[in-house]
């Protein structure tokens, strides 16, 4: 076993936070049947993965693998839905799905080896990024002096030493009372480093004083519209008493990065009390310090409009407020869904009424408010010496990253998104490398792929390979925002030569809207297989004098048309070989019932409990 998958079994639990162990949860018990894995493979489209992309999913959750910083190719996992819509709505690719049909048993087995990688990448990742705060701070002057990043303490506390402002009537007083009998809890795990120490250290302070939530933390989502009956007041009140079990938990819990995850259990637990006393809905602001901040008509160069945006966001918070008014049982999931819908359309509503820069943020939000705070009385190590610590601090993070780079350096051929599915399906199967592994795939999966043989490392190649080696129930074909629109738009307007026409180019398409992220082209080639030399020929000059045009236009636009126009010029020369890689993009569109992928109807993803 990899040697940070054991770290990652251990510690997962302790790094990730609340919100991640959710998504990955194991099954209750089930009921013994067929099961369904897809090997999702996406088409290609300039930028990353321009060669085409892999993953492989498991009802409501996606794995695959990318290039990250310093040349290693490492696990992501996104929620299935969310997966989709980054790949086939923005990215306008068309996916094709194998669903590979397997037992129940294999089926768990497989998902949760995909996710015990996942931690153990997440973990190593994280605890780099720990070491590299804490060099900072070693070697910064008067580093007993500097201020700490407190991850989670800006619920609660202002930057500096200044206390938090308490109450002895707020809700934070009245967990503490109801928490009371089971006093005193015991610390668990030692917190790792100096942000860490804080957190445990004020959050703990927090709940024992009864701190009150910072104002700036806090707002009424949807305007402060009232509460809606007895059912909302119910959902919430469930809700609550889980925010308390957890706090309770976290208390005890031997996670070294505890008091993160406490600052917002007990925020959300402030919130969700002042939201039954106030009569409206509250939740805590999500968005994160860095979030990207575009203009209005950066919006609208990247093909967006504030009114779409705004009317769909709308719609994904009535959609999610709907679960809370109708009574349900409300996880912390279903709260997060809400809590993120409720920030958009304010930040939207926000930049529509003031026209002012707009923060965009691609994936759900966790709210991680963090204040700056004194170092004093927070030793840098257990032995109080910098100069030890900070060797050892060098010596950690040089021994992680000599590990990464051993088992996930990336190389186009030997080792990419495709060759990380197969070799991680191999090592959960039998073990790396070995005869047994091709056996019990044949087993398992009904064939075998061997990621590192002939030209298996292509994307493609590698779909080929799983639909004739593999137990293949059905292959989906899901075609692409664009392809599935045209489609929708031949059906109702018919096949007419002057709806083809308009909608082949990006000039009068009714489709796509120039999006600033896209080279520059004429024509799309990607429904056009005969025409495709004569239109990439086309997209060719259009690109070339873009790119003239750009000349002149470098001191006042920072290069942008002239790097759009390269772009656009060689993006097409494919196309002269009947080969179409460019597709274009959207920045926005909807979220819709039928974007997401359905899993099979007897797996085990889809039913109760696994997210």
Not at 304 to 316: C, H, K, S, W
Not at 498 to 521: G, H
Request: net charge neutral; proline share 5%; charged share 25%.
């Amino acid at each position: 076993m990899r040697r940070w998958q054991r770290e990652a079994q251990r510690t997962a639990e302790t790094t990730l936070g609340v919100v991640l162990l959710a998504l990955s949860v194991a099954s209750p018990p089930e009921e013994a049947g067929a099961a369904y894995v897809d090997y999702v493979y996406v088409d290609s489209n300039e930028g990353q993965a321009s060669g085409g992309h892999v993953a492989i999913a498991f009802g409501g959750q996606t794995f695959h693998f990318q290039h990250r910083e310093g040349g290693l190719i490492l696990p992501t996992r996104h929620a299935t839905g969310a997966f989709e819509h980054a790949y086939r709505i923005h990215g306008n690719r068309n996916l094709r799905v194998h669903r590979i049909e397997v037992e129940d048993e294999t089926y768990t087995m497989l998902r949760d080896g995909f996710n015990a990688r996942y931690f153990e990448s997440e973990v190593a990742l994280s605890e780099l990024r720990r070491l590299a705060e804490e060099r900072k701070r070693f070697t910064a002057p008067n580093a007993r002096k500097r201020r700490i990043p407190v991850p989670g303490a800006g619920f609660f506390y202002p930057d500096g030493d200044a206390p938090p402002h308490v109450d002895g009537a707020s809700p934070i007083a009245r967990l503490r009372s109801q928490l009371e009998p089971r006093l005193p809890f015991p610390r668990g795990a030692t917190p790792r480093g100096e942000s860490d120490r804080l957190a445990d250290l004020l959050s703990r302070e927090a709940l024992e004083r009864g701190a009150v939530l910072r104002p700036t933390a806090v707002f009424a989502a949807g305007g402060g519209e009232a509460l809606r009956g007895a059912a909302s007041r119910a959902s919430l009140r469930t809700l609550l008493e889980q925010l308390e079990a957890q706090v309770g938990a976290l208390l005890e819990s031997s996670r070294p990065d505890a008091g993160e995850a406490l600052f917002l259990a007990m925020a959300r637990y402030a919130a969700v009390s002042r939201s039954l006393a106030e009569g409206r809905l509250l939740v805590l602001d999500s968005y994160p310090a860095d979030a990207e901040t575009i203009s209005v008509p950066q919006v609208e160069a990247r093909g967006g409009q504030l009114d779409e945006l705004l009317e769909a966001t709308r719609n994904e918070f009535a959609k999610a407020r709907a679960v809370l008014d109708a009574g349900a049982a409300l996880d912390e999931i279903d709260f997060s869904r809400l809590e993120d819908s409720a920030n958009r359309l304010r930040e939207i509503e926000r930049a529509n009424r003031v026209r002012g820069g707009l923060r965009v943020v691609r994936e759900r939000m966790i709210p991680q408010r963090t204040a700056y705070r004194s170092a004093a009385g927070v030793s840098f190590s257990d032995t109080d010496n910098p100069a030890d610590a900070l060797a050892r601090n060098r010596a950690r993070a040089d021994s992680i990253r000599k590990t990464l780079r051993e088992e996930s350096a990336y190389n186009l051929v030997t080792r990419n998104c495709v060759s990380e599915v197969f070799r991680t399906l191999e090592e959960l199967l039998a073990g790396k490398g070995t005869d047994a592994a091709a056996s019990r795939a044949i087993a398992r999966l009904g064939g075998h792929v061997a990621g590192g043989e002939s030209f298996n490392f292509i994307p493609f190649v590698s779909a080929d390979a799983v639909a004739e080696s593999y137990r293949i129930s059905e292959t989906i074909e899901l075609p692409s925002h664009r392809n599935r629109t045209l489609a929708e738009i031949y059906a109702h307007e018919g096949e007419d030569l002057s709806v083809y026409l308009r909608e082949s180019n990006t000039l009068t398409s009714t489709v796509y809207r120039r999006n600033a992220e896209d080279s520059i082209f004429l024509f799309f080639t990607d429904d056009a297989v005969a025409l495709r030399p004569i239109y990439g020929a086309l997209n060719f000059l259009t690109g070339i004098g873009a790119t003239i045009l750009g000349v002149p236009l470098i001191p006042f636009d920072g290069g942008r048309l002239f790097s759009a126009g390269a772009r656009g010029a060689f993006w097409s020369l494919p196309e002269l070989a009947f080969v179409n890689v460019r597709k274009g993009s959207f920045f926005f569109v909807p979220r819709t019932q039928g974007n997401r992928l359905k899993t099979g109807s007897n797996s085990p993803a889809e039913r109760p409990g696994t997210g």
